[in-house]
């Protein structure tokens, strides 16, 4: 083996390409955690724009109804409430 076939075994290993276990696409093993990390997080944590502008219009609306109508919206709001 020559000097160049010395230095090319030395050198790492090139990354291999893994299988996201919850998409199935195939990424390099290096990014795949990071991929996952990004595209596959709870997005039910965070809050859109659009709902963040819906909830200050309720929050609003809210404030402009009287105590015992405040009261009415908040006992239709309960979940024990419900009459399924």
């Known amino acids: 083996m020559n000097n160049e076939g010395k230095l090319l075994a030395?050198?790492?290993p090139v990354s291999q390409?893994?299988?996201?276990d919850v998409c199935g696409g195939h990424y390099?093993?290096?990014y795949v955690t990071s991929h996952k990390r990004l595209s596959h997080r709870d997005k039910s944590e965070s809050i859109s724009v659009d709902e963040t502008?819906?909830?200050d219009t309720i929050l609003a609306l809210?404030?402009?109804i009287s105590a015992k109508a405040r009261r009415e919206l908040l006992r239709r709001l309960d979940p024990a409430s419900d009459q399924a």
Do not use: A, F
């Open 10 to 12: 030395k050198t790492s």
């Open 17 to 20: 390409m893994v299988k996201c």
């Open 28 to 30: 390099n093993q290096r």
């Open 53 to 55: 502008r819906t909830l």
């Open 62 to 64: 809210y404030k402009q």
